[in-house]
């Protein structure tokens, strides 16, 4: 049957994909082509899509920030497998890595079935024989180094175990595996096994462009038959052979404390590109190979792996991460080991977590010993962050007073710190003041972070774009709309209203709204409905949600114009998929929900109760 889209989003090939959209015809096939492309790069492996192809994509009008989120690096310990489609009888290149998962988040193996699990443990404990790995064997696990492209795939048999295994000992040893080999084979004891389709799978390795292939010795002859020139086919017979040949040698380890900086770096560029998964991953390596007595390091890594996880849309198994972090930094000897910057870096993101799921109560608790842990220690820069935390958790739970008296002090502080870098505190505090009906506090706040920015010569940059959204949202909270249109009609607004999810999703909600309060509600509904098209490719499930709640208030903007139509009622049907369902989510957006979902299924919803569930909704961003 040969390649369709599909196939080849699963299969990474980002080449077949680049030719369907240069072969569409006809605005609604090239349309389809394009977004099929779009999706092949946001489920392309790290490292795997080349900058000949990325650069192509941008050519085609592929949204820039889900190009840059397929230029993420390759994984160190990642290894190049071939797989292959039997009903389509093509095969593919993918990467998997053995990652550390101390909370069982991978377990759902559900695309490897059970021989090719019980082959990956025989893999995992042949590798453990060869190199200790530092944490317990079962926390460790096969993963696809880009989960949802083989989500609804099935990978039967025992090829993957020599992969599987040259992943572990590259993992536990930091030997890199090399980037120009594809790995296949079965493992047994300390020999590598012969495997089927390897047809197939010579032909997939030689059109990912690899230049090596290390198959079994007994399917040597079967693979040279179908290589070409640029393949070189390499026989291995055993498992000393195999990590010989598919990693490189050892360089020299890097310092514990080294290494987290660099994570921390990694951290750092989440949002640049959307980068989480990369950030996942990184951090991942780091747990698992971190030394038994660094508990320190080790809790904080956990910590911002939790927030990657959160990041991605798992805030259930962010807390999970959380959860153990507290158990390590609480034990006897983490009492003794872990000092007071890791523990309330590790609350604030416990209280971010919780207030996600939406348990107020436990998110309440978390940041306040946060703020008790950094004050107590004179962390001033982890106080600032601790404060920033309470007052967002109080902004959630609507407690607008507590919000301005957390959002205060974190100022005050800062401004003895760091005048220069409070732009996002006084960005807290207006819209803190606003919720208050405060107007005179949100314009104070303003004007002096606007001046502030001015004076360092920061302005035109993201942090004028939070100021000035939070200051328009303001301003449509104390009906102001048009002056809320002037306070987005810069450069820095305009510019994050394309290139940046956040803030741009919210300046995107506050001008579509104005507009379609003001003299000009068809650009504004643009605005609105535009959001997800804009930015929903590269977002992760809570900022797609944030997306498609523009496409509500979008629904509410035309409702209160008398603009309902049917293709409005379709649009806000799909928007109201993306609320998320995880915590107790349901339970705090409570009846409107529901009453909403009824009234759009029978037409159009009815205003109030509309407005009733976008405020909840708007408190869970």
């Given at each position: 049957?040969?390649?369709?889209?599909?196939?080849?989003?699963?299969?990474?090939?980002?080449?077949?994909?680049?030719?369907?959209?240069?072969?569409?015809?006809?605005?609604?096939?090239?349309?389809?082509?394009?977004?099929?492309?779009?999706?092949?790069?946001?489920?392309?492996?790290?490292?795997?899509?080349?900058?000949?192809?990325?650069?192509?994509?941008?050519?085609?009008?592929?949204?820039?920030?889900?190009?840059?989120?397929?230029?993420?690096?390759?994984?160190?310990?990642?290894?190049?497998?071939?797989?292959?489609?039997?009903?389509?009888?093509?095969?593919?290149?993918?990467?998997?890595?053995?990652?550390?998962?101390?909370?069982?988040?991978?377990?759902?193996?559900?695309?490897?079935?059970?021989?090719?699990?019980?082959?990956?443990?025989?893999?995992?404990?042949?590798?453990?024989?060869?190199?200790?790995?530092?944490?317990?064997?079962?926390?460790?696990?096969?993963?696809?180094?880009?989960?949802?492209?083989?989500?609804?795939?099935?990978?039967?048999?025992?090829?993957?175990?020599?992969?599987?295994?040259?992943?572990?000992?590259?993992?536990?040893?930091?030997?890199?595996?090399?980037?120009?080999?594809?790995?296949?084979?079965?493992?047994?004891?300390?020999?590598?096994?012969?495997?089927?389709?390897?047809?197939?799978?010579?032909?997939?390795?030689?059109?990912?462009?690899?230049?090596?292939?290390l198959v079994p010795a007994g399917d040597a002859?079967?693979?040279?038959?179908?290589?070409?020139?640029?393949?070189?086919?390499?026989?291995?017979?055993?498992?000393?052979?195999?990590?010989?040949?598919?990693?490189?040698?050892?360089?020299?380890?890097?310092?514990?404390?080294?290494?987290?900086?660099?994570?921390?770096?990694?951290?750092?560029?989440?949002?640049?590109?959307?980068?989480?998964?990369?950030?996942?991953?990184?951090?991942?390596?780091?747990?698992?190979?971190?030394?038994?007595?660094?508990?320190?390091?080790?809790?904080?890594?956990?910590?911002r792996l939790a927030a990657a996880h959160r990041?991605?849309?798992?805030?259930?198994?962010?807390?999970?991460?959380?959860?153990?972090?507290?158990?390590?930094?609480?034990?006897?000897?983490?009492?003794?080991?872990?000092?007071?910057?890791?523990?309330?870096?590790?609350?604030?993101?416990?209280?971010?977590?919780?207030?996600?799921?939406?348990?107020?109560?436990?998110?309440?608790?978390?940041?306040?010993?946060?703020?008790?842990?950094?004050?107590?220690?004179?962390?001033?820069?982890?106080?600032?962050?601790?404060?920033?935390?309470?007052?967002?958790?109080?902004?959630?739970?609507?407690?607008?007073?507590?919000?301005?008296?957390?959002f205060g002090e974190s100022l005050e502080v800062?401004?003895?710190?760091?005048?220069?870098?409070?732009?996002?505190?006084?960005?807290?505090?207006?819209?803190?003041?606003?919720?208050?009906?405060?107007?005179?506090?949100?314009?104070?706040?303003?004007?002096?972070?606007?001046?502030?920015?001015?004076?360092?010569?920061?302005?035109?940059?993201?942090?004028?774009?939070?100021?000035?959204?939070?200051?328009?949202?303001?301003?449509?909270?104390?009906?102001?709309?048009?002056?809320?249109?002037?306070?987005?009609?810069?450069?820095?607004?305009?510019?994050?209203?394309?290139?940046?999810?956040?803030?741009?999703?919210?300046?995107?909600?506050?001008?579509?709204?104005?507009?379609?309060?003001?003299?000009?509600?068809?650009?504004?509904?643009?605005?609105?409905?535009?959001?997800?098209?804009?930015?929903?490719?590269?977002?992760?499930?809570?900022?797609?949600?944030?997306?498609?709640?523009?496409?509500?208030?979008?629904?509410?903007?035309?409702?209160?114009?008398?603009?309902?139509?049917?293709?409005?009622?379709?649009?806000?049907?799909?928007?109201?998929?993306?609320?998320?369902?995880?915590?107790?989510?349901?339970?705090?957006?409570?009846?409107?929900?529901?009453?909403?979902?009824?009234?759009?299924?029978?037409?159009?919803?009815?205003?109030?109760?509309?407005?009733?569930?976008?405020?909840?909704?708007?408190?869970?961003?």
């Amino acid at each position: 049957m040969g390649w369709d889209a599909e196939l080849a989003i699963a299969a990474g090939r980002i080449d077949l994909l680049i030719e369907g959209v240069r072969e569409a015809r006809g605005i609604a096939a090239r349309r389809f082509a394009r977004d099929a492309l779009a999706r092949g790069l946001m489920n392309a492996d790290p490292g795997a899509v080349s900058e000949a192809d990325r650069a192509a994509a941008l050519s085609l009008k592929v949204d820039p920030s889900t190009v840059a989120a397929a230029s993420a690096p390759r994984l160190p310990h990642a290894v190049a497998v071939p797989l292959v489609a039997r009903d389509r009888g093509v095969g593919f290149v993918r990467q998997v890595h053995v990652a550390f998962d101390p909370v069982g988040l991978w377990v759902d193996e559900g695309w490897l079935d059970p021989t090719a699990r019980r082959a990956l443990g025989d893999a995992l404990a042949a590798a453990a024989r060869v190199a200790s790995p530092p944490r317990e064997l079962e926390q460790y696990r096969l993963v696809a180094a880009q989960p949802a492209a083989l989500r609804r795939s099935r990978v039967d048999g025992p090829s993957l175990a020599a992969a599987a295994l040259a992943s572990a000992v590259s993992l536990w040893t930091e030997r890199p595996v090399r980037d120009d080999t594809v790995v296949t084979g079965a493992v047994r004891g300390d020999a590598v096994l012969p495997v089927g389709e390897m047809g197939a799978k010579v032909e997939a390795a030689a059109a990912h462009g690899a230049t090596r292939i290390l198959v079994p010795a007994g399917d040597a002859a079967e693979a040279r038959r179908r290589a070409g020139e640029g393949l070189a086919v390499v026989p291995i017979d055993g498992v000393e052979a195999l990590l010989a040949e598919a990693l490189a040698p050892a360089e020299a380890r890097v310092h514990p404390d080294r290494a987290m900086d660099e994570a921390r770096r990694v951290f750092s560029s989440g949002w640049r590109g959307y980068r989480w998964p990369t950030v996942r991953e990184t951090l991942s390596r780091l747990g698992g190979t971190l030394p038994e007595g660094r508990l320190d390091l080790r809790v904080e890594a956990l910590t911002r792996l939790a927030a990657a996880h959160r990041h991605l849309g798992d805030p259930a198994g962010s807390l999970d991460l959380l959860r153990e972090a507290e158990a390590i930094a609480g034990s006897e000897e983490g009492r003794a080991a872990v000092p007071d910057a890791p523990l309330t870096y590790l609350f604030q993101h416990m209280a971010m977590t919780h207030r996600q799921l939406c348990r107020f109560e436990e998110a309440t608790e978390s940041a306040a010993r946060s703020v008790a842990i950094a004050r107590t220690a004179r962390l001033r820069g982890e106080l600032i962050k601790a404060l920033g935390c309470a007052g967002l958790v109080a902004m959630s739970e609507a407690r607008t007073a507590d919000a301005i008296a957390a959002f205060g002090e974190s100022l005050e502080v800062a401004e003895r710190h760091d005048p220069t870098r409070n732009a996002r505190t006084r960005a807290y505090l207006i819209e803190a003041h606003a919720a208050a009906g405060d107007e005179e506090g949100a314009r104070t706040q303003a004007e002096a972070a606007l001046a502030a920015l001015r004076d360092a010569g920061e302005d035109g940059g993201s942090r004028e774009s939070w100021v000035r959204t939070s200051w328009a949202g303001a301003l449509l909270a104390l009906r102001r709309p048009d002056e809320a249109i002037a306070a987005l009609d810069v450069p820095a607004v305009r510019a994050s209203l394309e290139e940046e999810p956040l803030p741009g999703l919210l300046a995107r909600r506050h001008l579509g709204v104005a507009l379609a309060e003001g003299a000009r509600p068809e650009h504004g509904f643009e605005i609105l409905a535009a959001s997800p098209v804009v930015h929903g490719r590269a977002l992760e499930p809570h900022l797609s949600f944030l997306a498609h709640l523009n496409v509500l208030f979008e629904a509410r903007a035309r409702l209160a114009r008398g603009a309902w139509s049917r293709d409005v009622e379709g649009r806000a049907a799909r928007a109201l998929t993306h609320v998320p369902r995880h915590g107790r989510v349901e339970a705090f957006l409570g009846a409107a929900l529901g009453e909403v979902r009824a009234q759009l299924e029978a037409g159009a919803p009815d205003l109030d109760r509309l407005d009733a569930l976008l405020t909840r909704c708007a408190r869970l961003g």
